[in-house]
């Protein structure tokens, strides 16, 4: 297929823990992904920015399994995954930070987290749950509670924890600091550098695009779909016509 | 007072029956979103295999363990057949499929055994009584609401303190994010059905102990006392099937003693309006469902 031979060229190189390679994602009769190509290093942090509705959460979906793509691949540290459930690509090391951090409102802050350690073995989980309530402590105060009562930044820091259960290579953000007070969104992205000093590799979606390159390596713009504009963080943050474009919402290519 | 005590343990016993069909009904409702009115064929299913049994000379301490067995298998084996292929589909589409393997099941014992149904012995005990601080009992009340007693700890243990338990909570409440945890949707709904035939099959044991009896509509009324117990309760709310069931039991318990016994004849149609009349005041019954969007 033309297309796979030119997502193999266009990415490729063997050090890339992720690649995504011209893949194509619709609703029903709607494509929301028109042949995106994307590649992630190892320790790496990019930056996916765009309009809403540009097509970035479908991206994430396609890359974690929630969604199928009827064309192109994803591959893992040079494996073609693009068969994969969700669960076997988080048994792999991938995770998500779902956009509105989608907590589990009935379950306890303890059972959010051991949930989401569900491919670990029965002792590591609730070891690996403990470790989170300690390293997290707003979650320490609320473990027993349920975590609809949670305010959202304690809900944000708690699907980031959830996240991390299972100690993923990859971590997924989809807007993280969406609707959070700037106060408690500058400790998420504080967060996303301790976890980046850690050495974790990091693909997130923000609207507070500045931000969001600023703390990146490389990025993407992703416009109706398709990939408009991709460089380093630096480059894409320097193009002031970029922020125009994409922030007044007028899409002309 | 003694009289009141006696209907009280009855009612419990109806009411722990219902409770175990209402709380499976709910699980399933859960994970899937769909009132399942294919639950009672767990209990036709199972009667028909106590009476296979009994005609070859099986004693009850063999049938219990087959009906409940029974009840599991059919569970699971419905879910595999049936509704695995629709689980995408639209609620309509779920409910009409539930409705289909209702009627399938219903005429394939027509066809293969008889519409008329066949009798088996009842155990020797289920007549007999037993005095408590003065208060006569019947032995198969006292055993039923033992038997419910431990089937809803052991339910709720499994929801609890599992992590399976926990999938069934979390997919109940939002399936999507269940599964990007890495929840498989597969066997959080292969564990619901199977825990749904394992109470539906703890219930079966006591209606086919009180009634000795395999129809092709065996499973009809207890399957429409527990969609009924887990609607009063809340829909999607575990404690509230419970709830529900015990209430319906109660309730009918009262109603068949209190009722002069011209009219002992309307207590489902009084029980109906009083449902109704439940659902004026609270849409979405007792304790109403939180989260009951479909992910």
């Known amino acids: 297929m033309a297309a796979d031979s030119n997502g193999v060229a266009r990415t490729g190189g063997d050090g890339d823990l992720l690649s995504v390679e011209s893949i194509e994602v619709s609703y029903g009769p709607i494509r929301a992904l028109f042949g995106i190509s994307l590649s992630v290093g190892s320790g790496e942090m990019v930056a996916l920015i765009g309009p809403n509705g540009a097509g970035k959460s479908s991206l994430l979906h396609a890359i974690i399994g929630l969604r199928r793509p009827s064309r192109g691949r994803v591959r893992w540290r040079g494996q073609d995954i693009t068969g994969l459930s969700t669960q076997q690509r988080i048994r792999l090391g991938m995770a998500l930070v779902p956009e509105h951090r989608r907590i589990l409102a009935t379950l306890t802050v303890e059972e959010n987290l051991l949930v989401g350690g569900m491919i670990l073995p029965r002792r590591m989980r609730q070891t690996q749950a403990d470790r989170m309530i300690e390293r997290f402590e707003v979650l320490k105060r609320k473990r027993s509670q349920p975590a609809g009562v949670l305010s959202g930044g304690e809900a944000q820091q708690l699907a980031i924890a959830r996240a991390l259960m ?31 000093a850690a050495g974790m590799t990091l ?8 931000r969001v390159l600023n703390a990146a390596d490389s990025a993407y713009l992703v416009r109706t779909g398709r990939i408009a504009q991709s460089g380093s963080a630096d480059e894409l ?7 125009g474009s994409f922030l007044g919402g007028s899409g002309d290519d | 007072m003694t009289e009141l005590i006696q209907q009280l343990v009855d009612g419990l016993g109806r009411g722990g029956e219902y409770a175990l069909i209402a709380l499976g009904v709910g699980l399933i409702f859960g994970v899937m979103r769909m009132v399942n009115f294919a639950h009672g064929e767990m209990i036709t299913v199972s009667a028909y295999a106590s009476y296979g049994l009994f005609v070859v000379g099986a004693s009850w301490w063999i049938l219990v363990p087959a009906i409940v067995l029974t009840a599991v298998l059919t569970s699971v084996l419905v879910e595999f057949v049936a509704f695995r292929w629709v689980r995408s589909s639209s609620d309509f589409a779920m409910l009409l499929t539930s409705f289909g393997v209702h009627f399938v099941v219903q005429a394939a014992f027509v066809m293969f055994v008889s519409a008329s149904s066949r009798h088996f012995d009842r155990p020797g005990w289920i007549t007999s009584t037993v005095s408590l601080a003065g208060i006569r009992f019947e032995v198969v009340d006292l055993a039923i609401v033992a038997a419910t007693s431990v089937s809803l700890v052991f339910t709720v243990w499994v929801l609890q303190r599992t992590v399976y338990g926990m999938a069934i909570r979390a997919a109940a409440e939002d399936f999507d994010t269940a599964r990007l945890l890495g929840v498989r949707p597969d066997q959080v709904i292969r564990v619901a059905f199977a825990l749904a035939g394992l109470l539906a099959g703890i219930a079966a044991v006591f209606v086919l102990m009180r009634t000795g009896r395999a129809a092709p509509s065996a499973g009809l009324i207890p399957m429409l006392k527990g969609v009924l117990a887990a609607l009063i309760g809340g829909l999607g709310r575990l404690q509230g099937a419970v709830i529900g069931g015990l209430l319906l039991g109660l309730v009918e318990i009262l109603l068949v003693s209190y009722l002069p016994d011209e009219i002992d004849g309307m207590v489902n149609g009084i029980v109906f309006v009083l449902v109704a009349v439940l659902f004026i005041f609270r849409p979405s019954g007792i304790l109403s469902a939180r989260s009951s969007q479909r992910p």
Do not use: C, H
Request: glycine fraction near 2%; charge should be negative.
């Open chain 1, 166 to 196: 299972p100690s993923p290579a990859l971590l997924l953000m989809d807007e993280p600091t969406l609707g959070l007070a700037p106060l408690v969104a500058t400790q998420v992205f504080a967060l996303i550098d301790e976890l980046r």
């Open chain 1, 203 to 210: 693909i997130v979606v923000d609207q507070n695009a500045r």
């Open chain 1, 237 to 243: 943050a320097a193009r002031e016509d970029i922020f």
